[in-house]
């Protein structure tokens, strides 16, 4: 009882009472905050210091065990800043020393808290608080990126720079570990130009300095990633990790690369637009992918050199290469397949490694040239053609002709076409009028015209 006077009519003169009392709180003023942390992850890099930020769940309760507010129940994390007067005293002081993780008991009395007159709603006043907290992030905003380095190859020639175009994989999750995003998961490189935008801040500084084939862990505070409001599944004022696998990079100013590894002692005749080429190669990616080899289909690719047979990086690499030559060339996607590659075969944006070793030469024509003579032309060219005397070449008769005189040796079809195409082609440009035939009048040397490649 708080006074010592008798109620009238209520307690009668001389009364023994009883008091069933429960006791819902208790404090004494010289009281602090109690601590008690009952999970402590292994690893702690970093603790709560004053002015940090953080986002943390929490339970509320009073010392009874009455529950008054949950950020579990509005699915939501409490996000703030630490240590300067954002919240009640007790804790400010009660996150101080956390780590990312950890699970503390944070116990308050009232002058710490909501005091007197407690919070106005749920809070009643002379209110000791019990806070069950789990906290999921922290960083300071005067925090830049940091980079712990997992795997760097020995071999390093190059380092990403800005205006670099990359290819990584990545996994990213929260501080916590939550997962957020996975280009494994979508069986597919993360590609980007580095240090002009494309990506977050956070990521356009950590993807600088690379070398291909590392792995790295990028770990980007909230203003250099998504900021206050987040994105997606990413909360807001969330720290993002990210683990990289570098798999290429090139500059969109990089040419082909050429490395000879063999030549053979006679290595005067090389090769030349118009050559026709037998190699052998292997294909691969810059992280040793193989991607497809002519040795273990067990035949050689054939190409007439700058006909556009093969990708242009390609075609250059194959220049100047004499047979019994061994070279490994590096193509950018710009001189290879580009940004869309090959469906199921090439990535796209994908630097590509060829092993080639060439096989064989067999010399071209003059640039402009499908047939030449290797002797002296006949005067009287069309009449050897007509054999029958008539004044009209028809194909039939053309055909064997031409490819007579190649049988002889007399003549050269340019090596690595269809040969009857060739001389189709041939004859239909000396019909000028395309009715099937050629006269005396139509037929025309190639020094007698200007236009045409044939004779």
Known sequence: MARSSTPAGVIPPDSVLHFDVLLMDIWNSEDQVEIHTYFKPPSCPRTTQVSDFVRYHYNGTFLDGTLFDSSHNRMKTYDTYVGIGWLIPGMDKGLLGMCVGEKRIITIP?????????????????????????????HNPKDGI???????????????????????????????????????????????????????????????????????????????????????????????????????????????????????????????????????????????????????????????????????????????MCVGEKRTVVIPPHLGYGEAGVDGEVPGSAVLVFDIELLELVAGLPEGYMFIWNDEVSPNLFEEIDKDGNGEVFLEEFSEYIHAQVASGKGKLAPGFDADMIVKNMFTNQDRNGDGKVTAEEFKLKDQETKHDEL
């Open 110 to 138: 009232p002058f710490l808290a909501y005091g007197e007159h407690g919070d106005g709603k749920d809070i009643p006043g002379q209110a000791s608080l019990v806070f069950d907290v789990a906290l999921l992030d922290l």
């Open 146 to 320: 940091s980079i712990e380095n997992k795997i760097v190859p020995e071999n390093c020639e190059r380092r990403s720079q800005s205006g670099d175009f990359l290819r990584y994989h990545y996994n990213g999750t929260l501080l916590d570990g939550t997962f957020f995003d996975s280009s494994y998961a979508r069986n597919r490189t993360f590609d980007t130009y580095i240090g002009q935008g494309y990506v977050i801040p956070g990521m356009d500084e950590g993807l600088l300095g690379v070398c291909i084939g590392e792995k790295r862990r990028i770990v980007v505070p909230p203003h250099l990633g998504y900021g206050e409001e987040g994105r997606g599944n990413i909360p807001g004022s969330a720290v993002l990790v990210f683990d990289i696998h570098v798999i290429d990079f090139h500059n969109p100013s990089d040419s082909i690369s050429i490395t000879s590894h063999y030549k053979p002692s006679d290595c005067s005749v090389l090769s030349k637009k118009g050559d026709y080429l037998k190699y052998h190669y292997n294909a691969s990616l810059l992280d040793g992918t193989l991607l497809d080899s002519t040795w273990n289909l067990g035949k050689t690719y054939n190409i007439v050199l700058g006909s556009g047979q093969v990708v242009l990086g390609m075609d250059m690499a194959l220049r100047e």
